[in-house]
C-alpha cells in the first residue's frame, strides 16, 4: 500500500483475537492512541462485560470513546459516529496517530461509508408492535425475519432486540421499494404499524444527506478456530471470577432496568438469566462461551462480507504476533 497520511488505520477482528494486546504493542513504538470502536464500552459501569482495557493499560496509552453514557440510557451508531469524528481530528491535529481498534462492524462501516443516518428514523409505534411480538412469539419473528432476508443472520446478533428492530426499521424506512414495505410488513405480522412506517418514509425523504466518508485503511486479524475457542473459554471463567455477576448486581441496584440495553449483550444478558435462578453458575459459564463463539463467527462473516478490502493479517502463534507487530508499525509508522 502506498501511504496516504488522510487515511485512518483500524484493527478489527472476533472477540478474543488480540486487538487492544496489539494497539498496546504497537502504543510503544508509535505515537498512537486508540478510537475504541465497541458498543459496549460506551456504558458506565461494564468495566468487566465489556472486557475495557485496564486502569494500567489505559495508563499506558489514552483509550478514547468509554464510558460515554449512563448504563440505563441507549446509544445508537448515529451517536457513537459524531463522537468519534471529533475525537479522530482531534489526535491528528496533536501530531499522534488514531487508530480505530473494536469489533463492532456496524460502527467501523458506519465511519467509513458515511451512512445517512437520517434514511431511517426511530418508529415508536413499530417498535410498540414489535416488543409485544418479541415477547409474545420471538422464535417465529425471528424465523420469519430470517426467511424474509436471509443476510439477516450474518449482520446482527438475533437475541438482541434492539438490534433487531434497528435492522427492521432500516429495511421498511430506508431501502425496500413502496410495495415491498407492505408486503413485508404484513410477513413480519407488524402490519398495524404500516401508517407509521410510511409517515416515517416521507420524513426521512426530507432528512439532511451523509456525514463524508472516513478514509480508512483496515486489517482484520485472523486467529485459528480452536485457539480462539480456547481463548474465549478462558475469558469467560476469567470475567466470572473477576467479578461480572456482582457488576450486573450493582448495575440493578443503581436502579437500571433488565430490559435496558446495556443488558442486552453477551454476559451481561446471561448473568440476568442466573439471578433469575434460569441457569446454574457452571451452565452460566457455559452459555456464555457458547453465545460468545457465535458471536465470534459472525463477526467473522461481517468481515469477509464488509471488509473483503480490509488486509488479513494471521495473528495466532507468538511468530505471527511478532510479524503482526512488526508489519503494522510500520504501516502506521508512514501515516503519520
Not at 150 to 164: G, T
Request: net charge neutral; aromatic share 6%; hydrophobic share 40%.
Amino acid at each position: 500500500m502506498d501511504a496516504d497520511k488522510s487515511q485512518v488505520p483500524a484493527i478489527t477482528g472476533p472477540t478474543g483475537c488480540g486487538k487492544t494486546g496489539l494497539v498496546l504493542a504497537l502504543a510503544e513504538k508509535i505515537p498512537l492512541e486508540v478510537v475504541c470502536c465497541d458498543s459496549r464500552k460506551v456504558y458506565r459501569g461494564t468495566d468487566i462485560g465489556a472486557a475495557k482495557p485496564t486502569a494500567e493499560q489505559q495508563r499506558r496509552v489514552a483509550f478514547h470513546l468509554l464510558d460515554l453514557v449512563e448504563p440505563q440510557e441507549s446509544f445508537s451508531v448515529q451517536q457513537y459516529v459524531a463522537a468519534a469524528l471529533p475525537v479522530i481530528a482531534d489526535v491528528r491535529a496533536r501530531g499522534k496517530l488514531p487508530v480505530i481498534e473494536g469489533g463492532t462492524g456496524l460502527y467501523l462501516e458506519a465511519l467509513r461509508g458515511g451512512y445517512d443516518f437520517g434514511g431511517a428514523p426511530p418508529v415508536p409505534e413499530l417498535r410498540a408492535v414489535f416488543a409485544g411480538l418479541w415477547e409474545s412469539d420471538r422464535e417465529s419473528l425471528v424465523a420469519r425475519l430470517q426467511e424474509l432476508f436471509p443476510s439477516v443472520k450474518s449482520e446482527i446478533d438475533l437475541h438482541n432486540p434492539p438490534r433487531v428492530i434497528r435492522f427492521i426499521e432500516r429495511k421498511l424506512v430506508a431501502e425496500l421499494t413502496d410495495s415491498e414495505v407492505g408486503r413485508s410488513l404484513a410477513k413480519l405480522g407488524l402490519a398495524v404499524a404500516e401508517d407509521a412506517v410510511t409517515s416515517a418514509r416521507r420524513e426521512a425523504a426530507g432528512r439532511a444527506p451523509a456525514a463524508e466518508p472516513l478514509d480508512v485503511r483496515g486489517y482484520v486479524l485472523i486467529t485459528e478456530r480452536e485457539v480462539l475457542r480456547k481463548r474465549i473459554a478462558q475469558r469467560t471463567e476469567e470475567m466470572l471470577n473477576g467479578g461480572l455477576i456482582e457488576e450486573v448486581e450493582a448495575l440493578l441496584k443503581t436502579g437500571v432496568p433488565p430490559e435496558a440495553q446495556v443488558f442486552a449483550g453477551i454476559g451481561h444478558s446471561d448473568v440476568l438469566l442466573f439471578l433469575e435462578g434460569r441457569v446454574s453458575r457452571e451452565e452460566l459459564a457455559e452459555l456464555i462461551t457458547v453465545r460468545t463463539r457465535q458471536f465470534a463467527r459472525r463477526q467473522d462473516t461481517w468481515n469477509r462480507n464488509r471488509f473483503g478490502d480490509f488486509r488479513q493479517v494471521p495473528h495466532t502463534t507468538p511468530e505471527e504476533r511478532a510479524t503482526a507487530r512488526k508489519l503494522l508499525a510500520s504501516e502506521f509508522s508512514a501515516l503519520l
